[in-house]
């Protein structure tokens, strides 16, 4: 079987001038990262012409470590759609590094539902992600040099700095260091650490900014930390948002590449959905719905995450309304929440996937609560059995949602074509009516109550005494108008990975809550929430190289 990057290297690729065509962009406004790439400028976006495309979100269910294939769901999906005459683009986030060369491999989709140039959108792609860890590290670097200042000292009380160093690597090593060691010259010395830039509130900022000035607001927005007399400090105290934002100039900008079958697919931005918002760039998704007729996006590991931060947060704060909801299932992650284990998920086993169900329903449950008829696809792979796909098709239809079969990483296009119809159906049934679940003028704890308990199913929600301190400063600073993006395991419907299926009775742990005000969110952490993740035994770093002719191997 040809592995992903076998695939991606026999395609034939257009120049991005020909996919800027598809989409009736001129190539006058196109910036070149050569002949596959280009940057699309701001003025492109068109609000009359948002409100009249439709919006397709792509989610899943829990995931097993290995994902459920959202991204390559997405990708065949808008080439099954482009297939049946609905003009479609995909817009999707751009691969962190630390995944890449980690265990899960890249985020450019998989087999012939790719997003191509696939080597460069996994590595480097057109720097979006180094300008993001510059302009974090920037303010890192600022914050220091004021500690160190005796002539421009702001009187920050070094123990309060909440800002640490981000970079695109899974170092373990670098999660909590001692820094300013060396003697006067160097600083003074603290404690701090690196998160990975994914999990940089800079990530999450450029992800919902609508356009360059208030990028540069949000910049100057970031909470830092206190002085000594208690006093917030924040980015705009130490007047670096303008060479932050100089910094994140051409980042702001959403990225045009294709799918292997020659459809326009925009990627931008890259938060990951356990820590952040799990979403593209609020840009990247109005310049496709300016473009094209129908968007399909997608939000990062199961519906309780990405889905409900992009439904609360992303699309109450830019105004956006997705007409469906496509709920990925695989026969391994039901069979997996049915109880078997991670060494059985390929062999047959009907029981285990009607077990799994509950998870499955639990999700569909949560996208009905927002007015949205959400489908099912199930991702199909080749140790599936029919007896297997026809217990979801029977549990899906008693509950009045389509499940379709796609086989999008073995057909492409051809494969999602019924998805594409199912999909289209909805729409043009004018069956949903989104409606967010909380209002944010509504205090902290009832909006992390509302989703504890409505979304992960939870029986109750406790907080830690630091959590309550938490609260308590939140409420003084006058952020207590802004949503909640909860921090939480991917692995369970709970805060611990071990609960499998559809967990009930159970109880939200809040440790503590962090201030995102640049982004304009609250971050309340359940769990062991890690922000620089480790390389396992054997990262897949070892499986890549590449030959004398420039040819990369290995990515997956």
């Given at each position: 079987m040809p592995t992903d990057i076998d695939i991606a290297r026999k395609a034939t690729l257009q120049h991005v001038r020909a996919i800027a065509e598809q989409i009736n962009v001129s190539e006058e406004d196109l910036e070149y990262y050569g002949r596959h790439k280009?940057?699309?400028?701001?003025?492109?976006?068109?609000?009359?012409?948002?409100?009249?495309?439709?919006?397709?979100?792509?989610?899943?269910?829990?995931?097993?470590?290995?994902?459920?294939?959202?991204?390559?769901?997405?990708?065949?999906?808008?080439?099954?759609?482009?297939r049946i005459g609905r003009a479609t683009t995909v817009v999707l986030r751009e691969p962190s590094l630390g995944p890449v060369f980690g265990i899960k491999g890249g985020a450019a989709g998989g087999?012939?539902?790719q997003v191509l140039p696939m080597e460069d959108i996994n590595l480097h792609f057109t720097g979006d992600f180094a300008a993001v860890e510059k302009a974090h590290n920037l303010l890192a670097a600022l914050i220091d040099n004021n500690i160190q200042s005796k002539t421009k000292s702001l009187g920050i009380d070094p123990r309060t700095v909440l800002w640490k160093r981000v970079m695109d690597m899974?170092?373990?090593?670098?999660?909590?260091?001692?820094?300013?060691l060396g003697g006067t010259g160097s600083g003074i010395p603290r404690e701090s650490g690196f998160d990975i830039t994914a999990a940089s509130e800079i990530m999450a900022i450029l992800c919902l900014s609508n356009d360059l000035?208030?990028?540069?607001?949000?910049?100057?927005?970031?909470?830092?930390?206190?002085?000594?007399?208690?006093?917030?400090?924040?980015?705009?105290?130490f007047n670096g948002q303008g060479a932050m934002t100089a910094l994140l100039k051409d980042a702001i900008k959403p990225n045009l590449v294709q799918t292997i079958e020659g459809n326009p697919a925009i990627i931008h931005g890259g938060p990951f959905a356990n820590i952040a918002q799990g979403t593209n760039t609020v840009i990247a998704t109005r310049m496709g719905m300016s473009l094209s007729e129908y968007v399909v996006t997608e939000a990062g590991f199961g519906a309780d995450l990405g889905a409900e931060k992009f439904l609360n947060i992303k699309c109450q704060s830019a105004g956006l309304a997705p007409k469906v909801v496509v709920l990925v299932a695989t026969i391994r992650a039901l069979k997996y929440h049915g109880g078997a284990g991670l060494d059985q998920l390929t062999e047959a086993n009907a029981e285990a996937v009607e077990k799994g169900l509950v998870n499955l329903e639990k999700h569909i449950e949560n996208i009905q609560q927002f007015g949205?008829?959400?489908?099912?696809?199930?991702?199909?792979?080749?140790?599936?059995?029919?007896?297997?796909?026809?217990?979801?098709?029977k549990r899906c239809t008693a509950l009045g949602v389509d499940a379709i079969v796609a086989e999008v990483w073995a057909k492409?296009?051809?494969?999602?074509?019924?998805?594409?119809?199912?999909?289209?159906?909805?729409?043009?049934?004018?069956?949903?009516?989104?409606?967010?679940?909380?209002?944010?003028?509504?205090?902290?704890?009832?909006?992390?109550?509302?989703?504890a308990t409505k979304i992960y199913g939870a029986a109750k929600v406790e907080y830690s005494s630091r959590a309550k301190i938490d609260l308590r400063r939140i409420t003084k600073l006058g952020l207590d108008h802004l949503p909640v993006c909860i921090a939480k395991t991917q692995k369970s419907l709970s805060d611990n990975p071990k609960l499998i299926g559809r967990p009930e009775g159970f109880t939200i742990t809040v440790r503590e809550i962090e201030i995102a005000a640049g982004a304009g969110f609250l971050v309340p952490i359940?769990?062991?929430?890690?922000?620089?993740?480790?390389?396992?035994?054997?990262?897949?770093?070892?499986?890549?190289d590449i030959d004398a002719d420039g040819n990369i191997s290995g990515l997956f």
């Amino acid at each position: 079987m040809p592995t992903d990057i076998d695939i991606a290297r026999k395609a034939t690729l257009q120049h991005v001038r020909a996919i800027a065509e598809q989409i009736n962009v001129s190539e006058e406004d196109l910036e070149y990262y050569g002949r596959h790439k280009a940057k699309l400028p701001l003025h492109l976006i068109d609000h009359d012409k948002i409100k009249t495309s439709n919006l397709i979100l792509v989610s899943a269910i829990s995931p097993t470590p290995a994902g459920e294939g959202k991204s390559t769901m997405s990708i065949g999906l808008t080439q099954g759609l482009n297939r049946i005459g609905r003009a479609t683009t995909v817009v999707l986030r751009e691969p962190s590094l630390g995944p890449v060369f980690g265990i899960k491999g890249g985020a450019a989709g998989g087999g012939y539902s790719q997003v191509l140039p696939m080597e460069d959108i996994n590595l480097h792609f057109t720097g979006d992600f180094a300008a993001v860890e510059k302009a974090h590290n920037l303010l890192a670097a600022l914050i220091d040099n004021n500690i160190q200042s005796k002539t421009k000292s702001l009187g920050i009380d070094p123990r309060t700095v909440l800002w640490k160093r981000v970079m695109d690597m899974n170092d373990r090593s670098l999660r909590k260091v001692v820094i300013g060691l060396g003697g006067t010259g160097s600083g003074i010395p603290r404690e701090s650490g690196f998160d990975i830039t994914a999990a940089s509130e800079i990530m999450a900022i450029l992800c919902l900014s609508n356009d360059l000035m208030d990028l540069k607001e949000r910049l100057g927005n970031i909470f830092v930390g206190f002085t000594f007399d208690k006093k917030p400090v924040y980015a705009r105290d130490f007047n670096g948002q303008g060479a932050m934002t100089a910094l994140l100039k051409d980042a702001i900008k959403p990225n045009l590449v294709q799918t292997i079958e020659g459809n326009p697919a925009i990627i931008h931005g890259g938060p990951f959905a356990n820590i952040a918002q799990g979403t593209n760039t609020v840009i990247a998704t109005r310049m496709g719905m300016s473009l094209s007729e129908y968007v399909v996006t997608e939000a990062g590991f199961g519906a309780d995450l990405g889905a409900e931060k992009f439904l609360n947060i992303k699309c109450q704060s830019a105004g956006l309304a997705p007409k469906v909801v496509v709920l990925v299932a695989t026969i391994r992650a039901l069979k997996y929440h049915g109880g078997a284990g991670l060494d059985q998920l390929t062999e047959a086993n009907a029981e285990a996937v009607e077990k799994g169900l509950v998870n499955l329903e639990k999700h569909i449950e949560n996208i009905q609560q927002f007015g949205i008829q959400p489908v099912v696809a199930i991702n199909k792979f080749t140790t599936d059995t029919d007896e297997e796909i026809a217990v979801i098709q029977k549990r899906c239809t008693a509950l009045g949602v389509d499940a379709i079969v796609a086989e999008v990483w073995a057909k492409g296009g051809e494969g999602a074509e019924d998805l594409a119809k199912a999909v289209a159906k909805v729409i043009d049934a004018g069956q949903s009516n989104f409606q967010p679940l909380y209002d944010w003028k509504a205090p902290v704890m009832e909006k992390i109550e509302t989703i504890a308990t409505k979304i992960y199913g939870a029986a109750k929600v406790e907080y830690s005494s630091r959590a309550k301190i938490d609260l308590r400063r939140i409420t003084k600073l006058g952020l207590d108008h802004l949503p909640v993006c909860i921090a939480k395991t991917q692995k369970s419907l709970s805060d611990n990975p071990k609960l499998i299926g559809r967990p009930e009775g159970f109880t939200i742990t809040v440790r503590e809550i962090e201030i995102a005000a640049g982004a304009g969110f609250l971050v309340p952490i359940t769990g062991n929430m890690m922000r620089m993740p480790g390389l396992p035994a054997r990262p897949s770093a070892e499986g890549i190289d590449i030959d004398a002719d420039g040819n990369i191997s290995g990515l997956f």
